[in-house]
């Protein structure tokens, strides 16, 4: 069964950093892009980050760049979102994504996790 | 970047009615057009990809239509499991995916 479980939520500071893990299994975690996406309190979806297979490629929300850093450990099946210079408004629950869904172009997210919860306040 | 508008915001519905959902993009994005569905409180689930293409397990009750820039996913008869929050999400470019802002489903 795929299972994807955040981690590393909670309250920070404005200014601060917080490091999310994301554990993977049920699959081939190697083989999988993946995602980080967020959803403020009581508003819709916000894609921030996408990590290719290999690692090599990432790419950025403008909302996060120079900010967010993603990355990837295959040896411990797992995703990271490191988070620097946290705002207010970056308060949200933080998901993390599987690209799937038999290798559609369309990249589809087919598994989620349930998320962390992210606040940032003084 | 492309945006993507979801109408209606919100809708009423009854068990067994037939209810639309509309996405447009602000370009053209091909059939890069996935549909969730999420429930409060849960995390988002993967419904339609590639803008017509029934993801495993999903009931044939919903379908999805659409190319270039107007999207519709479908319920051809609402049941009670499906009362929840449908998002549009456009791929068409790895390094700006964005999402709709919604269509709510309620009684």
């Known amino acids: 069964e795929v299972q994807l479980v955040e981690s590393g939520g909670g309250l920070a500071q404005p200014g601060g950093s917080l490091r999310l893990s994301c554990a993977a299994s049920?699959?081939?975690?190697?083989?999988?892009?993946m995602n980080w996406v967020r959803q403020a309190p009581g508003k819709g979806l916000e894609w921030l980050a996408y990590i290719s297979s290999s690692g090599i490629t990432k790419y950025y929300a403008d909302s996060v760049k120079g900010r967010f850093t993603m990355s990837r450990d295959d040896a411990k099946n797992s995703v990271f979102l490191q988070m620097d210079r946290l705002r207010a408004e970056d308060t949200a629950l933080y998901y993390c994504a599987r690209v799937g869904a038999g290798g559609s172009y369309a990249q589809p997210f087919d598994y989620w996790g349930l998320g962390t919860l992210v606040t940032v306040s003084s | 970047d492309i945006q993507m508008t979801q109408s209606p915001s919100a809708l009423s519905a009854s068990v067994g009615d037939r209810v639309t959902i509309t996405c447009r993009a602000s370009?053209?994005?091909?059939?890069?057009l996935n549909w969730y569905q999420q429930k409060p409180g849960k995390a988002p689930k993967l419904l339609i990809f590639a803008a017509s293409s029934l993801h495993n397990g999903v009931p044939d009750r919903f379908s999805g239509s659409g190319s270039g820039t107007n999207f519709t996913l479908a319920i051809s008869s609402l049941q009670p499991d499906d009362f929840a929050t449908y998002y549009c999400?456009?791929?068409?470019?790895?390094?700006?995916?964005?999402f709709g802002p919604g269509t709510t489903v309620d009684i």
């Open positions: 999400q456009q791929s068409y470019t790895t390094r700006e995916i964005s």
């Open positions: 370009q053209s994005i091909s059939s890069y």
């Open positions: 049920g699959f081939t975690f190697s083989n999988y892009e």
